[in-house]
């Protein structure tokens, strides 16, 4: 159901959520028997109201690559801002850290921040 993340290319966890939520779908249409596209629906809904977040973040980061000489440039300071370095590390394991990389302006501040 193509949810695999673009930022990292995980794909296993999503697919198995993405499995689950079809699997709780059918489920309660078999208890209903109702198995209208209506119904069948609610699986897309689901899916992407608990899988969206985190992949929006995701393309939301990859948008950012138009700033190549930005992130070439935070790249080069990752050693004097151990601070930057630490979120970048966070935001690659934590999804809910890779909002804080969601904007342009998070990645002006931080160099700027005390440690």
Do not use: C
């Not at 609610?42 to 608990?50: H, I, V």
């Not at 950012?64 to 690659?92: D, E, G, M, P, V």
């Amino acid at each position: 159901s193509s949810f695999a993340d673009s930022l990292t290319g995980e794909g296993i966890g999503n697919a198995l959520a993405s499995g689950y939520y079809a699997a709780t779908v059918i489920s309660e249409q078999i208890k209903s028997m109702d198995f209208s596209a209506a119904k069948l629906s609610a699986y897309d809904q689901l899916a992407y109201t608990k899988r969206w977040d985190e992949l929006e973040q995701s393309l939301h980061i990859i948008g950012l690559a138009k700033y190549f000489s930005l992130i070439q440039w935070l790249n080069l300071n990752l050693n004097k801002h151990r601070l930057l370095l630490y979120k970048l590390i966070r935001a690659s394991i934590d999804f809910r850290e890779r909002n804080l990389f969601s904007k342009l302006f998070s990645y002006l501040k931080l160099p700027f921040t005390r440690q």
